[in-house]
């Protein structure tokens, strides 16, 4: 158990934040996450770095360029997923404009070593957002990549979500026929999980003072209308993935009581809660940050034996700018933590 600022924010990159972590075939991690240099908005220019460790996390090697900045503004939000071949898949964001942003895949045969050409996930026009470590397989082997896409000429961006789907893994993909979202408020940074029964429950980032849900039947192709869950949140994302050792849900985001009323800096504290009816009811609500002067979010969760790997980025108040010297966090824990 224990904790790491794995990437500080300096003058030269001032901003690091949306990380993933994966296992290798020979039990070392690999971690990746966006690496800003041309400031630290999100219209900046970044690219994708990345560090391996042998032993746990506790050190980690030298950090080289994983993706280089392709795009007018940056790539950034990746996520890494090893498919049932066996292969490592990286997803990650191409920002050309705030009207154009697209979802890239990229994959690796030799655990990271090298990469193949990119292909181009998203098919619709606009900007498609997919948070970092979002990308899921089902059981059948269907590849989810949930996404929210608007057009933001007006201003305001009252998105559509939707997955973008594979059954192939990854070599082609199509977008998934319905879509779903609230029409006039905001609808935005989706995250998926496999239930129990096959159906999939996607969590929704909104104004709405909750965390919304949405299901799917039909293996993400359509989806529900959408629907307040029982946690509280501002309009900041949240995280959810299946515990391996336990079989419950693992929900990480921030449960602030002011919910929709909480403004950008006020993303703390960042809680954790269990299910294990699917998702209808929580408990074990803990905090892994509670600091008031910090904020948390754009949490990855990686489950290596009885660990549970999580990053997420830390902010401190009284910064002149939101993500001015934003530092990439990384939280190790056992699962049994999460119980206790």
Sequence with gaps: MFELMVAPATPEFPRNSEGDIIELKDGRLLLAWTQFYGGHGDGDGAHLVAQISADGGRTWGEKYILQENVAACNVMSLSLLRSLSGDILLFYLVKNSWEDLKVMMRRSQDEGKTWSKPIQVSSKDGYNVMNNARVIQLNSGRL??????????????????????SDDDGYTWWKGQGETGFGDKHAQEPGVVERKDGSVLMIIRTTQDYIYYSESFDGGETWGKLYPSTLVAPLAPATIARIPQTGDLLMVWNNNPKGGKA???????????????????????????????????????????????????????????????????????????FYS
């Design 263 to 337: 403004t950008w800096s006020e993303r703390t504290p960042l809680t954790a809660a269990i299910s294990k009816d699917e998702g209808t009811t929580w408990e074990q609500v803990k905090n892994l940050e509670d600091d008031p002067e910090s904020c948390f979010a754009y949490t990855s969760i990686t489950f290596v034996r009885d660990l549970i790997y999580l990053t997420y980025y830390h902010w401190t108040k009284g910064e002149i700018d939101y993500f001015a010297n934003t530092s990439l966090k990384l939280r190790v824990l056992p699962v049994e933590w």
């Design 144 to 165: 989810l990549a949930p996404v929210a896409n608007s057009v933001r000429e007006s201003g305001e961006d009252f998105a559509s979500v939707f997955c973008y789907i």
